[in-house]
């Protein structure tokens, strides 16, 4: 089974702080994705990738950036925490939409 | 960013009932795929439809891609307690790139 890691399942920051979410895929999938949980608002995307180096924005990009310098790892930065970016991060990858996304089991992150 | 109308939000039943939920859209999808979230988890992919009309089974689950291929359902039959969770709908735009638009999910609680 395709298994997608999330480096840490809660995370409390200090605002101002950087803060890095590590997302390691171990079956060579090309797409990666970030997203943020909120309650009432679903899924929203931040950012994804198709390729190593390769970043596009989402619909929610602001305050955060992406790196992708390997194929199975994508990190999200959050550069200058703030509190509203208190939330649950997932992580997803994909070979193609046949079967889908994989998703980790989150980041829940609290920002104070 | 395109936005999916998952119905209902939320969901309180009984042990043993069936539930219905759906997901509708102004524009046309290729592929619809219905996710299931345990508490503090990521989605877990349940079923891949691919083909409009394509009814599909897993288990106690039954999904259709709609015939206008803007709207999709999922059944649970005799539902039990750990059907609970938040079932999200997710779907490839015809003409769209690896990325899903994802509905905003169905809270579901069952009582024992």
């Known amino acids: 089974d395709v298994k997608v890691t999330q480096s840490s399942r809660y995370l409390v920051k200090r605002t101002g702080e950087k803060v890095f979410l590590e997302c390691v895929q171990d079956?060579?999938?090309?797409?990666m994705f970030w997203y943020r949980q909120d309650p009432g608002l679903g899924l929203r995307l931040i950012y994804f990738?198709?390729?190593?180096?390769?970043?596009e924005k989402g619909d929610i990009p602001e305050g955060y950036s992406v790196s992708r310098e390997k194929k199975e790892r994508f990190s999200l930065i959050l550069e200058s925490a703030s509190t509203n970016q208190t939330s649950m991060y997932l992580c997803?990858?994909?070979?193609?939409?046949?079967?889908?996304?994989?998703f980790g089991s989150g980041t829940r992150l609290t920002v104070v | 960013g395109q936005q999916l109308n998952q119905s209902p939000q939320s969901m309180f039943i009984q042990e043993g009932e069936d539930v219905s939920m759906n997901c509708t859209s102004s524009?046309?999808?290729?592929?619809w795929l219905w996710y299931k979230q345990d508490p503090g988890e990521g989605p877990v992919l349940l079923i891949a439809?691919?083909?409009?009309?394509e009814l599909t089974s897993n288990g106690r689950l039954t999904a259709q891609f709609g015939i206008t291929r803007k709207d999709s359902f999922l059944n649970i039959s005799a539902s039990i307690p750990s059907d609970v969770g938040i079932y999200f709908c997710?779907?490839?735009?015809?003409?769209?790139?690896?990325?899903?638009?994802f509905g905003k999910g169905t809270k579901l609680t069952v009582n024992p």
């Open positions: 997803a990858s994909s070979l193609s939409l046949v079967g889908g996304y994989t």
């Open positions: 990738s198709y390729d190593v180096k390769m970043k």
């Open positions: 079956m060579d999938h090309e797409n």
């Open positions: 997710a779907g490839q735009l015809k003409g769209g790139s690896e990325k899903l638009v």
């Open positions: 524009s046309i999808f290729n592929t």
């Open positions: 439809l691919y083909k409009a009309g």
